[in-house]
C-alpha cells in the first residue's frame, strides 16, 4: 500500500491510525476524526488491549482472502480500508476469527472489484455498478466508505450466514 516515499512521511502509520479509527469511531471521513482520537488518548488508551486482538484479527482475516491473483485489486486504501472494516464487522458481529467459507467470501470479493473495475457488468448489476462508482473518485469519503461496506458486508454475510 505504501511507497518509500510514503513510509518515510510515515503515511504507513497515519494509515493505521485511521483503521484503528474505524475500530473505536465507526465509518469516518479521512482523518476527520484524527486529531480527535490523538488528543482523547494522548495520556492513556484504556481499549488498546481489545483494540490491537481485533485489529489483528481483522488483518488475518485480510490476509486469508487475498492471494497473488487478487492483491492488486484490493491495493488501493481506499478499497483495503473497506475490507478492513468489513473484517472487523464480522469478527465483531459472529466472534469468529476465521471464515469458515473462505474460497466463497475470497470468489464472492474478488468477483464484485474485478467487474467493477473492468466495468464488465450491466446496468441491472446494481451493487456492483454501485461499488464502481464508490471506488473511483474521493474514495476516502464516509458515505462512499459506507457504501462500499454495505457492498461487501451483503456478500460475505450471504456466504457466511451472518446477520
Known sequence: LFTPRDVRRMLDIEYASELLLRQVYGITNKKDMLEVAYMEFEEEFPIEAECEDAFNTSIGLIKTIL???????????????????????????????????????????????????????????????????????????????????????????EIEGVA
Open 67 to 157: 492471494d497473488k491473483e487478487n492483491l492488486a485489486l484490493f491495493k488501493s486504501k481506499g478499497v483495503f480500508h473497506s475490507l478492513f472494516g468489513v473484517c472487523y464487522e464480522y469478527f465483531k458481529r459472529s466472534g469468529r476469527t476465521y471464515f469458515k467459507e473462505v474460497e466463497g467470501v475470497k470468489s464472492g470479493l474478488t468477483e464484485l472489484v474485478y467487474k467493477a473495475k473492468e466495468n464488465a457488468f450491466t446496468p441491472d448489476d446494481h451493487d456492483i455498478a454501485s461499488y464502481a462508482e464508490v471506488s473511483s473518485r474521493s474514495t476516502s469519503d464516509k458515505s462512499k466508505r459506507a457504501e462500499r461496506e454495505r457492498i461487501f458486508w451483503k456478500i460475505i454475510s
